[in-house]
């Protein structure tokens, strides 16, 4: 079983930057696919950015030029570079991970980190 670890959360203030961070514990196959998705209470949770391992990326359209993922140069690693940060973008967010290739990973998931914009 692949465990995704998320860290990086926080409070910031709005206008801030935060950068989170997921490592998984599968070392031998490639996580082809990694994404972030966000969930507030009440809900659904919603994508907010994938990668594939081809270098394709999906984003919500709120976090467009605000948000930037990328894959690390270690395997199986994925960030999330939150900037402009709005109140409106705190949630828990969490990490996501599949073996295929797709834009909307979610055969394996992180535990939540939270994010809260607040001054």
């Known amino acids: 079983q692949v465990q995704l670890v998320e860290s990086g959360g926080g409070l910031v203030q709005p206008g801030g930057s935060l950068r989170l961070s997921c490592a998984a514990s599968?070392?031998?196959?490639?996580?082809?696919?990694m994404a972030w998705y966000r969930q507030t209470p009440g809900k659904e949770r919603e994508l907010v950015a994938a990668?594939?391992?081809?270098?394709?990326?999906n984003y919500l359209i709120p976090v467009k030029g605000r948000f930037t993922i990328s894959r690390g140069n270690a395997k199986n690693t994925v960030y999330l570079q939150m900037n402009s940060l709005k109140p409106e973008d705190t949630a828990v967010y969490y990490c996501?991970?599949?073996?295929?290739?797709?834009?909307?990973?979610?055969?394996?998931w992180g535990q939540g980190t939270q994010v809260t914009v607040s001054s």
């Open positions: 599968e070392s031998i196959l490639v996580l082809n696919s």
């Open positions: 990668i594939t391992s081809g270098g394709r990326r």
């Open positions: 996501a991970a599949a073996l295929r290739d797709t834009l909307y990973p979610n055969d394996y």
